[in-house]
């Protein structure tokens, strides 16, 4: 695999992972009762899609690549678990909690991308440019569990 291929693919793990990440939060808005927590996840859901967007751009503008359009399945079975959580428990603390943990899956998958020696340094500035956002959103929803778990 060139270089390029391998950006390409890192930066795709990244995208699907982010549009999961997004998706999550589009549905924990609608599963969870309380206010404030619909407008947090609201924000993140579109600072996610967000993040995704910038990926998809750099795939295409930097590398000349064709980037994820869409989340993996595993995010689909998380959030198909998360909404039959929400539905039989009715309970905020467990869609906190299925947030945080994919908040948890999501910072890994950065964590790693940022680990990977082959990436070039271009892709790892995008990457790190994201992830702060990643971050700041994985300490947010932790502190946010511990908060409800008290």
């Not at 390029?4 to 549009?19: A, F, K, P, Q, Y």
């Not at 999501?106 to 994201?130: C, F, H, M, T």
Request: proline content about 2%; aromatic content about 4%; glycine content about 8%.
């Amino acid at each position: 695999m060139s270089k390029r291929e391998h950006d390409i693919s890192v930066l795709n793990d990244l995208i699907e992972v982010t549009l999961d990440s997004a998706h999550g939060y589009t549905d924990a808005v609608h599963d969870v009762a309380n206010p404030h927590f619909k407008t947090l996840f609201g924000k993140r859901g579109v600072e996610r899609k967000q993040i995704a967007a910038t990926l998809q751009t750099e795939v295409r503008r930097l590398l000349g690549g064709d980037p994820a359009q869409s989340g993996t399945v595993l995010g689909k079975i998380h959030r198909e678990f998360m909404n039959l959580k929400a539905a039989i428990s009715g309970s905020d603390a467990g869609i906190v909690a299925s947030v945080e943990a994919g908040e948890d899956h999501i910072k890994k998958q950065y964590d790693k991308a940022l680990q990977d020696l082959a990436i070039s340094s271009p892709v790892r500035e995008i990457i790190q440019a994201a992830y702060g956002s990643v971050v700041d959103g994985h300490n947010e929803m932790r502190d946010l569990k511990r908060l409800i778990q008290d």
